[in-house]
């Protein structure tokens, strides 16, 4: 009788304790962590995180990075600082993720790239651009190359998201959109009690016995999705795992995840009648684990895009064979460089085709899905 009167004593105190824990760690996170980069003003009371790398290098286009559908700036963070190395390079958290205040309008790449083009004038980054777009990324920075280009010189694709294998123009992807928006749906109060944070930080931060007792539960899709996340964030610098943590173990996360995965209709028809990229060489990386585009498709996204197959990779390219996204990156940075001085000497203006890896002078491998985030 004792035990039971003390349970039903703890079962109201259980959710204060875990609101309690959440906001101490999302305070203690920001502490730690907020200060690797910069929140710029936006307008409406928002604030976007940028990473501003090598600011000293003046002489050079500005490298931009796009993340995938709910990635991170984090998510660039081993290519972005050797990109550093050579000239400038800025990622971001957009609207809804990461360190940046919530989002106020629908996630299609039009509205991203516009919200962009703001944030870099806000940001006093100046261009010339040289953009970088991976899965949905891709898609945001094809908008920004063709709604602006006076701002851009260069853009690399890195397996960007195929608008064509989602819903409405491909159905039989309804249920796992849908699926992956109610997901991020029942994330919002786990994270809000505290109990994402526990099994984020216990997953990447300690020995990960939480995470996987969590995973059980949750059945199948709970151990495919752990799996997912092991394989993926194993690739990144492991001193960025931590700051992966502290996103999953916000509930802005996953109203920001939501978001993103709600316009994927609205995206997908935008991208339908979206106009080619023009006048500016393109290089578009594409997995080994994927078909390769055709010459159709190719010319839908521009008249000067080069396909380089990475011939090592799955979907997360730059986080497979990053080798081969920051040779491509410099070579890219080095070639409008030139034509700046010489138009005559840009060798992209030749018809679209596909390379291997090999064929690119590169020296430069998870599951090709779009959906899953990785900060």
């Not at 502290?246 to 991208?271: C, D, I, N, Q």
């Not at 979206?274 to 521009?302: C, F, K």
């Amino acid at each position: 009788m004792g035990r039971l009167l003390w349970l039903l004593l703890l079962i109201p105190v259980l959710p204060v304790v875990g609101m309690i824990y959440q906001w101490i760690g999302a305070w203690n996170d920001q502490r730690r962590f907020l200060g690797l980069g910069r929140l710029v003003e936006v307008g409406d009371r928002r604030r976007i995180y940028v990473s501003d790398m090598g600011r000293q290098m003046t002489s050079g286009p500005t490298v931009i990075f796009e993340s995938g559908i709910a990635a991170t700036s984090q998510n660039w963070l081993l290519v972005q600082e050797s990109v550093a190395g050579f000239t400038r390079a800025v990622s971001y958290d957009r609207g809804g993720l990461g360190w940046s205040s919530a989002c106020k309008s629908e996630r299609t790449p039009t509205n991203i790239a516009g919200e962009l083009r703001e944030l870099l004038r806000r940001a006093d980054i100046p261009g010339p651009y040289v953009l970088v777009g991976h899965s949905f990324g891709g898609l945001v920075v094809r908008r920004y190359a063709a709604m602006y280009p006076d701002d851009v010189v260069g853009v690399v694709l890195v397996d960007p998201m195929r608008a064509e294998e989602w819903p409405p123009v491909n159905e039989s992807q309804r249920a796992l959109l849908e699926r992956g928006i109610r997901m991020a749906g029942y994330g919002i109060p786990v994270a809000r009690f505290g109990l994402a944070r526990l099994a984020t930080t216990s997953l990447l931060c300690r020995s990960g016995k939480a995470s996987r007792a969590f995973s059980r539960a949750a059945g199948n899709a709970g151990i495919h999705v752990m799996q997912r996340i092991t394989c993926e964030v194993g690739k990144m610098p492991r001193a960025v795992w931590p700051i992966v943590a502290s996103h999953w173990a916000s509930p802005k996360y996953y109203r920001g995840l939501a978001a993103h995965l709600e316009a994927v209709p609205a995206t997908v028809v935008e991208m339908q009648t979206a106009e080619a990229i023009e006048g500016m060489p393109v290089v578009l990386l594409t997995p080994a684990s994927a078909q390769p585009l055709s010459s159709e498709r190719l010319r839908r996204i521009g008249p000067e895009v080069r396909q380089v197959i990475a011939e090592k990779s799955g979907h997360w390219v730059h986080l497979d064979e990053p080798e081969l996204v920051l040779e491509t990156i410099r070579s890219m940075v080095e070639q409008v460089s030139r034509t700046q001085v010489s138009p005559s000497a840009n060798p992209y203006h030749a018809e679209a085709g596909v390379l291997r890896e090999a064929d690119a002078g590169s020296e430069s491998d998870c599951a090709n899905a779009v959906p899953m985030p990785v900060s």
